[in-house]
Every structure is written in structure tokens, then in C-alpha cells.
């Protein structure tokens, strides 16, 4: 009997922030294969299984993506239960459906996990509520960071009514500033930049569209983080103390301190 692969989002970072199903899916696995954005820490749900790190800085950097790949099969040809866990949601900017596609084509049994995504998880643990009513009508996720290089249509997002929430974005803050503003975006558009979003080292700068360069240089802004921009991010900004008052005191005790 073929085994099954799991391809799990583990969240932002914050090990609370997993899912049930997530647990769920650890507690089953033989065999763990983990990326360099997951906090090591959900590893508690897995204790007797073998835990592979394959992220890029995990010592596979020539194929990473094949390697990935033919250990996938060769495990669930194996019988073993395979979960591959990934920073974040699996399909947001993260392979997922690419993983899942091949695996059924080698006639494997897939099964996808959502997780919470780092620019959902990070404005929200920020007090930024991304589609605040009467200020932005939708919430836009893209990456600074394509594969091809193929530029994406700032114009359309800098006029969308939308907050923008920007992945693999610190490499490209210059680049990112200067299509928003060449877009139409005013200059003072506010930004918060979020490092290490829902972990106990979160971080975040804020600045104006037109500084965000300079302001995160000043901070120094490192990877991973995320860039919101929008109105929201001045509009309807709780401060984390506001936003510990709001909670309901019983979830309060609960959550680490940060
Ligand atoms: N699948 C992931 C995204 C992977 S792409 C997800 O859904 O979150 C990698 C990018 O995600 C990083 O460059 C950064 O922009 C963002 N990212 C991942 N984890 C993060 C974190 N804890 N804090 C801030 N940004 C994060």
C-alpha cells in the first residue's frame, strides 16, 4: 500500500497559530520534511517521526525542488505517512499545488493543509485590520519576486482601492516604492513593515510610501517580512496593548508574550 503525503501550512511562526488538522497530520507522520520559515518548535506534535530540513539553507541547494521531489515519492512508495510542512499557507507563494500535482501524477495520494498566511498573520498581530470597511475594499497579496522576472502591473495595483501586501519584498523596496508611485500611489500612502510576523522577535516599521526605503534601512529590515500598504495601516491601527485589551480575557492568558 502506498503511503500518503500531506502537504501542511504550519503558520506564520507562532506555534499556536497551527491548525487542528495540522496536529492532526503530524501526530500521524512517519516521516517530516520542513522548510526553513517553519518554527522548529511545531516539531513537539511529532515526536517519533524523522525529520528532514530541505529548505534551501537545509543542504540542498543545487535541485532543491526535484530533490524535494523524489523523496516525496520515495517515502510514500515506501508506505510511510509524508508530511511536508511549509511556512505559511502551502499554496500562498509557497509550491504547493506544483507538489501536489506531481505527487498525483506519480499516483500518490495528496492531501493539502491550509495554514495562516505570514501577511494575514502579521497585520493582524500588527492591529492592522487589511479590508477595514470604508477604507479598503479587498486585500491584494503578491511577491516582488518572480521567477521569470516578469514585472507585474503596478499601475492596476496602485489605483486598486486595495491594500497591498507584499511578499519577498525587502530585496525590493526601492523597486516596490518606485512602481507605486510611478502607479499613481500618493507618496504618503502609510506602510508597516513586518518581520518575523507572530513570533516572540516580531518587528515592525512604519513609514510612508515615499520613505519606506530609508525608514527600513534606518530599522534594518531583514527577511522574512512583509509589506502592507494601505490606508488600513493608519486607519484602523490597534496598538498590540489596545489589542490585547480587546481580546477576550480568557484567550489573553493563552497567548505568549511578546
Ligand atoms: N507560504 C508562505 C510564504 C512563502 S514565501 C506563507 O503563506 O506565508 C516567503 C516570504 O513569506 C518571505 O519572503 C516573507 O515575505 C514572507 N514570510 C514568511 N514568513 C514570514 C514571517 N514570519 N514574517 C514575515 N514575513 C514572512
Not at 194 to 217: F, K, V
Amino acid at each position: 500500500m502506498p503511503g500518503k503525503v500531506w502537504l501542511v501550512g504550519a503558520g506564520p511562526g507562532d506555534p499556536e497559530l497551527l491548525t487542528l488538522k495540522a496536529v492532526r497530520a503530524l501526530r500521524a507522520a512517519d516521516v517530516v520534511m520542513i522548510d526553513d520559515l517553519v518554527n522548529p518548535a511545531v516539531l513537539e506534535h511529532c515526536p517519533l517521526a524523522r525529520v528532514l530540513a530541505v529548505g534551501k539553507r537545509g543542504g540542498c541547494r543545487s535541485t532543491p525542488q526535484a530533490f524535494i521531489h523524489r523523496l516525496m515519492l520515495r517515502y510514500a512508495r515506501q508506505g510511510k505517512c509524508v508530511v511536508r510542512l511549509k511556512g505559511g499557507d502551502p499554496c500562498i507563494f509557497g509550491r504547493g499545488s506544483e507538489e501536489a500535482e506531481w505527487l498525483g501524477g506519480h499516483g500518490i495520494e495528496v492531501e493539502l493543509v491550509n495554514g495562516i498566511t505570514a501577511g494575514l498573520a502579521g497585520a493582524t498581530q500588527c492591529g492592522i485590520p487589511l479590508t477595514l470597511r470604508g477604507v479598503a475594499r479587498g486585500v491584494t497579496l503578491v511577491t516582488a519576486h518572480t521567477q521569470d522576472d516578469s514585472p507585474l502591473n503596478w499601475q492596476a495595483l496602485a489605483q486598486s482601492g486595495t491594500t497591498l501586501v507584499v511578499y519577498m519584498g525587502v530585496a525590493k523596496l526601492d523597486m516596490v516604492r518606485e512602481a507605486l508611485l510611478a502607479g499613481g500611489m500618493g507618496a504618503g500612502t502609510p506602510v508597516a513593515m513586518i518581520e518575523n510576523a507572530s513570533l516572540a522577535h516580531q518587528r515592525q516599521c512604519r513609514s510612508s510610501l515615499a520613505q519606506m526605503t530609508e525608514a527600513a534601512q534606518a530599522f534594518g529590515l531583514k527577511s522574512p517580512a512583509v509589506l502592507v500598504i494601505g490606508e488600513v495601516v493608519e486607519s484602523g491601527a490597534l496598538t498590540r496593548r489596545e489589542l490585547k485589551e480587546v481580546m477576550a480575557i480568557p484567550l489573553t492568558e493563552r497567548v505568549s508574550p511578546r
